[in-house]
């Protein structure tokens, strides 16, 4: 990965907002000391492009084929279409739920049985939003076999999503920015010691032992 561009991205991030601290919840409902707005970019153009061009490079690094891609609704939308106009590859999407008006499917765009999708996602928690969404696309007979988020926020995710029998990879981990924002001097290295301690001890191996 082009690490100019990499350093460039997370400076983007820092600088439009998309790195919050303070005490927020997740969809999960955990409550935690920091929050990845990553849903931000949409309003951010050229950082939307970095966003695409560097999945992009994953792609091609990882030598990953696909027919059609699939952003994780709904926050990996306008990711996962600037990523399908600079690869030129073919864009669905799932919805939410099925409308009881119209085509009244769940995955909408043009598809047919057997493609491979790759899925993209803006961030990952315990990888319950991929996983979701891939169920929902097996059911219209589509294969994924690949997912890639812009941040894993390391707390589990990546391996609940392995066990699933999708490989999974990502731009960036939550460590990898916050050890670039505490060299921009952006944070202390004291909130960032704080923030992993948070994220290690609730990993999604963590909340299952929790709820055993």
Do not use: W
Request: glycine share 6%; with cysteine.
């Amino acid at each position: 990965m082009d690490r100019t561009e990499l350093e460039s991205f997370m400076d983007n991030l820092y600088e439009i907002g998309c790195v919050k601290f303070g005490e927020f919840y997740l969809s999960t409902g955990l409550k935690t000391p920091v929050y990845f707005d990553l849903r931000l970019i949409v309003s951010h153009p050229k950082v939307l492009q970095q966003a695409g061009r560097l999945i992009k490079q994953i792609i091609e690094q990882n030598s990953i084929n696909f027919d059609i891609l699939c952003g994780v609704p709904y926050g990996a939308f306008a990711v996962a279409t600037s990523l399908s106009i600079q690869t030129d590859k073919p864009m669905v999407f799932k919805r939410k739920e099925i409308k009881d008006y119209g085509c009244k499917k769940m995955v909408e765009g043009v598809y047919k049985s057997g493609d491979s999708c790759l899925l993209i996602e803006d961030v990952v928690v315990y990888g319950t939003s991929i996983l979701e969404t891939s169920e929902a696309l097996k059911m219209y007979d589509l294969n994924v076999t690949e997912a890639i988020t812009i941040l894993d926020r390391e707390q589990g995710g990546s391996q609940n999503i392995k066990d699933n029998n999708i490989n999974f990879l990502s731009v960036i981990k939550a460590s990898d920015l916050l050890k670039h924002l505490v060299s921009r001097k952006k944070i202390a290295q004291e909130k960032m010691d704080e923030i992993m301690d948070f994220l290690n001890s609730h990993s999604f191996q963590a909340s299952k032992i929790i709820s055993s």
